[in-house]
């Protein structure tokens, strides 16, 4: 069975500055999806970004991108120049490359935002 | 167009009653997933269906759990005789499978409290 660990519970980030979300995971699988999420207090999942395990490149999105270290099955997220509205909880998920598979999330970590 | 719906949006039962609990996922996705998230929790997957197979429901915690998918569209959620530790937030989602990528989205939840 696959599992994802965030081992970060809180972190906090200076507004316009940059901050970096861990996550690791394990599976014996060699193609795969990995996501991040952001669940603000609306408790509304949004998909922030979604990196394929077959890419090298890294993913990006705006102000967000990835650093996917397939080898140790590493996969952060790093936000720059943070803003207020970043504030939310982030979750890891992995998920087979087989279709409708579900998700497994890590445990979370709560991104605070200081002005 | 609308997304992924789900009602209530908060529910307060005493222990040992019955609670249902909907989702409308997005018009012709064909796959509907339910999550549970605990206080300060990832999300647990529950249950899944995809079209007419049969639903995937490995992750249904016991026999008091169900879910029902009529005409391949709205789910219903049961939790037979409630306790304590049902209390939490319970998501749907749902994917166009015949997308590459298969995203999920996400309703706001349903909070249950079991008093």
């Known amino acids: 069975a696959q599992t994802v660990t965030q081992s970060q519970p809180e972190m906090s980030v200076q507004e316009a500055e940059t901050v970096t979300l861990s996550c690791t995971y394990d599976t014996s699988e060699s193609d795969y999806y990995l996501f991040w999420y952001k669940q603000p207090p609306s408790r509304q999942m949004i998909l922030v970004i979604r990196?394929?395990?077959?890419?090298?490149q890294n993913a990006t999105e705006n102000r967000f991108s990835v650093n996917f270290q397939k080898a140790a099955k590493s996969f952060s997220l790093k936000i720059s120049d943070s803003q207020l509205g970043d504030a939310a909880m982030y979750f890891c998920a992995y998920r087979t490359r087989n279709a409708g598979n579900m998700l497994t999330f890590g445990g979370g970590t709560r991104l605070m935002v200081k002005p | 167009g609308a997304g992924v719906s789900q009602s209530p949006s908060n529910k307060v039962t005493e222990k040992g009653k019955d609670v249902e609990l909907r989702c409308d996922p997005i018009s012709g996705h064909t796959a509907l997933y339910w999550y549970r998230q605990s206080l300060g929790q990832g999300l647990e997957f529950l249950i899944y269906?995809?079209?007419?197979?049969?639903?995937?429901k490995s992750g249904l915690p016991s026999d008091r759990f169900s879910a029902e998918r009529t005409g391949g569209s709205v789910s219903t959620l049961t939790i037979q005789r409630t306790q304590q530790e049902d209390s939490a937030v319970y998501l749907c989602?749902?994917?166009?499978?015949?997308?590459?990528?298969?995203?999920?989205?996400f309703g706001p939840g349903t909070r249950l409290t079991v008093t």
């Open positions: 989602a749902s994917s166009l499978v015949v997308q590459k990528r298969y995203e999920q989205y």
């Open positions: 269906f995809q079209g007419n197979s049969a639903p995937d």
């Open positions: 990196q394929e395990a077959y890419k090298q």
